[in-house]
Nanobody, 122 residues
């Protein structure tokens, strides 16, 4: 079973940038859609962005124009470039692969990795 591991988090000031990576232990193409999600303390996990094998991309409204999801199939990695970061972007970020775009956005499965922490603060 292909596993996904998140990395790239850190602490930045408002307006700063980070690039998160979601690396697969095998072929990233094992998943039709790979999504990024985040969970802030006291909040439910929320979907952030998804990309399919056909490069169909979707974003939650709050990150449109600031975040960019991309994939490098040769490196078996999906990225989340985050620019113009805001304090409200502070959360643990997770990636997850699904077999449909619908499941990626609306109904991801119950198993999650460790995530990577993003903190935006002055």
């Amino acid at each position: 079973q292909v596993q996904l591991v998140e990395s790239g988090g850190g602490s930045v000031q408002p307006g700063g940038s980070l690039r998160l990576s979601c690396a697969a232990s095998g072929s990233i193409l094992s998943f039709y859609a790979v999504g990024w999600y985040r969970q802030a303390p006291g909040n439910q996990r929320e979907w952030v962005a998804s990309i399919t094998t056909g490069e169909t991309i979707r974003y939650v409204d709050s990150v449109k124009g600031r975040f960019t999801i991309s994939r490098d199939n040769a490196k078996n990695t999906v990225y989340l470039q985050m620019n113009a970061l805001k304090p409200e972007d502070t959360a643990t970020y997770y990636c997850k692969g699904e077999d449909s775009l619908y499941r990626s956005i609306v109904a991801p499965g119950p198993t999650w990795g460790q995530g990577t922490q993003v903190t935006v603060s002055s």
